[in-house]
């Protein structure tokens, strides 16, 4: 069983990571992601440390997974913050004034191209702008 799950975990990521990255920030469930990744980790873990210990190539398959998850997890406060339900065309266009950059109020934007613009070095600004 613990096979199957890692096999489902490791799938999983290679078909949500393009979703949760190139697609629009707007189609991404903050509540959802963040359970599905803190999961993941405390999952594979579980596996590294007990399941997989008499098992070297299973234990080096698992710790890749594992620091893919790890390596994605510091945005998730950053997406959980993008896309908080206050957040309103003036929070946008507050963010676009304090980063200088010219995200569309509508969110219809990705993950990568927010990271390409920066917006990784405004977590503060992002945090409060819809209080």
Same mark, same amino acid.
Do not use: C
């Given at each position: ?6 096999? +489902? ?17 707007? =189609? %991404?469930?903050?509540? *959802? ?10 999952? %594979? $873990? ?8 008499? =098992? ?11 620091? *893919?998850?790890?390596?994605? *997890? !510091? ?5 959980? /913050? %993008?896309? +908080?339900?206050?957040?309103? $065309?003036? &929070?946008? =266009?507050?963010? +676009? ?6 995200? !569309?109020? =509508?969110?219809?934007?990705?993950? +990568? /191209? ?8 405004? $977590? ?5 702008? &819809?209080?």
């Amino acid at each position: 069983m613990p096979y199957e799950q890692l096999w +489902n975990i490791a799938r999983d990521y290679f078909d949500f990571y393009p979703q949760w990255t190139t697609g629009p920030i707007t =189609d %991404l469930n903050r509540d *959802k992601l963040m359970e599905e990744v803190n999961n993941s980790i405390s999952a %594979l $873990k579980g596996f590294i440390a007990n399941e997989f210990v008499s =098992d070297a190539s299973t234990q080096v398959i698992a710790n890749e997974v594992l620091q *893919k998850f790890l390596d994605f *997890k !510091p945005l998730i406060p950053l997406i959980y /913050d %993008l896309r +908080n339900p206050a957040m309103q $065309k003036r &929070h946008w =266009d507050a963010l +676009n004034q304090v980063t200088g950059m010219d995200i !569309p109020a =509508d969110g219809q934007i990705s993950l +990568n /191209d927010l990271l390409g613009r920066g917006i990784e070095n405004w $977590k503060e600004p992002v945090s409060y702008t &819809h209080l």
